[in-house]
Structure formats: C-alpha cells, structure tokens
C-alpha cells in the first residue's frame, strides 16, 4: 500500500511539474480607441447599423451604440 500512495504521490507531483511548464498561446490584443463616428445622426438605437456604418463609412473595426450624456451615441472603435 505505501508503494501505491508513493506512485500516486510522484504521479501528482508530475503531472503539476507539466502544468507549470505548458505555457498558454498568447495572442497579443490591439488596443482600440473610440470615437463618437463622425457620419452617424440622430440618437443610436441599432447596435449593427452602427457597426455597419463604422466599419464601411469609416473604416473602423468595430462599432457599436453607447449611452453617452445625454442620448445614445454611435461610437466607432479604432486601432489605436
């Protein structure tokens, strides 16, 4: 019996070793700045029309409606 607690214990212990080492896949993320789109009028009440309009008229990468003092605003995402 203590033959088989030992093997389980340097199993653990192996296995933990291993994890330790397994780096994660990184990718490294763009960092994006927004800005109030220049070619969107009104109050934004379509989250996808606003990322179709950034992202076409604009060339943003992405877009979306926020709630900016005081309506709701399209906001265009770009690489900083």
């Known amino acids: 019996m203590a033959k ?16 330790a080492f397994e780096a994660p896949t990184m990718v490294e993320a763009q960092k994006l700045c927004e800005r109030p789109s220049g070619t969107w009028s009104g109050v934004c009440g379509d989250n ?11 060339g943003a990468q992405h877009g979306s409606c926020n709630y900016v003092f005081p309506a709701h605003k399209c906001i265009c995402y770009f690489t900083c």
Request: hydrophobic share 65%; net charge positive; proline share 0%.
């Open 48 to 58: 996808n029309a606003c990322k179709n309009q950034c992202i076409r008229l604009e």
């Open 4 to 19: 088989f607690a030992t093997f389980i214990t340097l199993l653990f212990a192996a296995l933990v070793l291993f994890a």
